[in-house]
Each structure stands twice: as C-alpha cells, then as structure tokens.
C-alpha cells in the first residue's frame, strides 16, 4: 500500500550543526512534495516544496533532495538553531480520480536542538 | 495576516455528546479541510469542501459529518462522540490556484478529549 514515513522519530542536534531529516515514499505517481514545520501549540507550516521532476531545491537554510530510484526524500537545515525546534513532517500529493489532488503526510519527526 | 482559526483549543466532552468543531478563515480561500492528528500516525483526512455547500470524504470519515453554509466557515460534527475521537484536529484552507498541500493554512488546533 501507499505511504509516507520517516525513518527516525526523534533527532537531537548540536545548536549550528546541520540537520537531516529522512522520509520514505512508496508511490511512484507522486508529483510534489512538501516539507512543514509544526511548532508546539501551532499548526504545521510550509517550509520548502520540490516537483517529481527536480533532484534538489534550495531555500534560506534549508534544502531539499529528492532519490526517486530509492524513493526518498530528505531535508537538510543548515546551522541549525534553537528556533529549528519542531516537528517537521514530509507530504506528497499526487493527482486522483475527480480531479482532485490527494495529499499524503508523514508521521513526523521531532528535531531537538540542544544550546 | 492571514489566519484559521479554530474556536477551541481544548475541549473535553462527554461519550455521546454531540461534538460542532469550528474553523473560519479570512482569506477568501475556496478550499477547507479537516485533518486529525495522532501520535505514529500522522495527518489523516477527514472531510473537505472545494465549494460552499460542498463537502467530499477524506479518509476517516466514519463518525464525522461538516457543514460549510458559508465560504470562510467549515464546522466538523461529531454526531455521537466516542473515546477513539480523542484526537488534536486541524483546519486548513487553501486557495484553488494552488496545487494541492500548498498554500496550505492550518489553524492551531483543537485537543479533543472525549471521555
């Protein structure tokens, strides 16, 4: 069946180490991908998305790499700081029957940035 | 700013009750979904609506029902409230001429408890 997981639950980082956040997909017929942030006590916000088309993309800090052979995904936060604290989780959408996109999300990981 | 908002943040009900979760937006967005969250388990659909009045099954429907009378107002029912409702719910919007999982806007959310 379909999913979207990530491989680790919870990462602890250095404050201005980097950071990679995992996540594995299993449907080839997705066409983006996207990567929130969801805070404590807050809904889950856009950070960066990439086309089914695109290998990686660039935004202020943070990058995204997309293995379609392997069907993996990943973000990378660069000099990651204690506001990076959240839960970060990926989706993917793909195109369904009426039209609509389906949106599938990840469970989750916590990244913990230690001062 | 723009905003979701979500008219509770907790709430603790009785098995039984009847359960109305509202959400309003201000920024004319056509779209309106209804997620619930779950530890291990990550965002799952409940309803969503592309039009007033319209209204379409997410993933999860069983035991929810929604209301949209009005373009910025998405009310989530539970009809009979049970113990495997206890769930954080989450409102988002979005406008039609993003792709599907952009542009997305949560609300902050609403803890359920159902006891």
């Known amino acids: 069946g379909e999913s979207v997981g990530l491989h680790l639950p919870t990462l602890s980082v250095q404050e201005g180490d980097n950071s990679i956040i995992n996540c594995a997909y299993s449907?080839?017929?997705?066409?983006?991908f996207i990567w929130y942030k969801q805070e404590s006590g807050k809904g889950p916000q856009f950070i960066i998305d990439?086309?089914?088309?695109?290998d990686k993309r660039q935004g202020q800090r943070v990058t995204v790499l997309l293995n379609k052979t392997v069907k993996h995904l990943s973000l990378q936060i660069a000099a990651t700081q204690p506001g990076d604290s959240a839960v970060y989780f990926c989706a993917e959408t793909r195109s369904v029957s009426g039209g609509y996109q389906k949106v599938t999300f990840g469970t989750g990981t916590k990244l913990q940035v230690i001062p | 700013d723009v905003k979701v908002t979500q008219s509770s943040r907790y709430l603790v009900k009785r098995t039984g009750e009847k359960v109305f979760l509202e959400c309003v937006q201000d920024m004319d967005h056509e779209n309106m979904f209804w997620y619930r969250q779950d530890p291990g388990l990550g965002l799952r659909l409940i309803y969503f609506?592309?039009?007033?009045?319209?209204?379409e099954k997410g993933d999860i429907p069983e035991g929810y029902s929604v209301s949209r009378e009005k373009k910025e107002r998405f009310s989530l029912i539970l009809e009979s409230a049970s113990t495997n409702q206890t769930s954080m719910y989450l409102c988002?919007?979005?406008?039609?001429?993003?792709?599907?999982?952009?542009?997305?806007?949560f609300g902050s959310g609403t803890r359920l408890t159902v006891v």
């Open positions: 449907n080839s017929a997705s066409d983006y």
């Open positions: 990439i086309r089914s088309n695109m």
């Open positions: 609506s592309y039009d007033v009045k319209m209204k």
């Open positions: 988002a919007s979005s406008s039609s001429g993003t792709g599907a999982g952009y542009g997305y806007t």
